[in-house]
């Protein structure tokens, strides 16, 4: 599934507190929140590997999603809080596919007052 390879994965998950913290080097991803009303909040995701010849390699930043059977609440799951967090060097990953800084699905997520550098793809969502 999509949280396979991820440095810290959240699932079925409320009301937590994610703070103050520095994420390095993750596999396919660095956070892949799957859960409702929780804050992630002033923390610092790089997930640059290095170049391979003249392209940089890396990874997903975020992924903050509403998949209902990851939530585990039988709900949209959402209204997260995405505040001001610094994301730097999503970019090609290994298999070749291009990564994301940050990825947004869901009902009522908040993503504000972040900065996102060196990014291939940018956010999406």
């Known amino acids: 599934g999509k949280a396979a390879g991820v440095l810290l994965s959240v699932q079925c998950a409320r009301f937590n507190t994610i703070e103050g913290n520095q994420f390095l080097r993750g596999g396919s991803a660095l956070l892949y929140v799957a859960g409702e009303r929780n804050v992630i909040r002033r923390n610092q995701f790089d997930n640059g590997w290095g170049v391979n010849g ?17 939530s585990c609440s039988n709900s949209v799951g959402g209204n997260n809080l995405f505040e001001g967090n610094q994301i730097r060097n999503a970019w090609k990953r290994s298999d ?22 060196e990014a291939a793809e940018g956010v999406v969502g």
């Open 54 to 70: 003249t392209e940089k390699l890396g990874g997903h930043g975020v992924i903050l999603t509403h998949s209902p059977n990851r």
């Open 96 to 117: 070749g596919t291009w990564a994301k800084a940050l990825e947004v699905e869901g009902e009522g997520q908040v993503v504000r007052q972040n900065y996102i550098f």
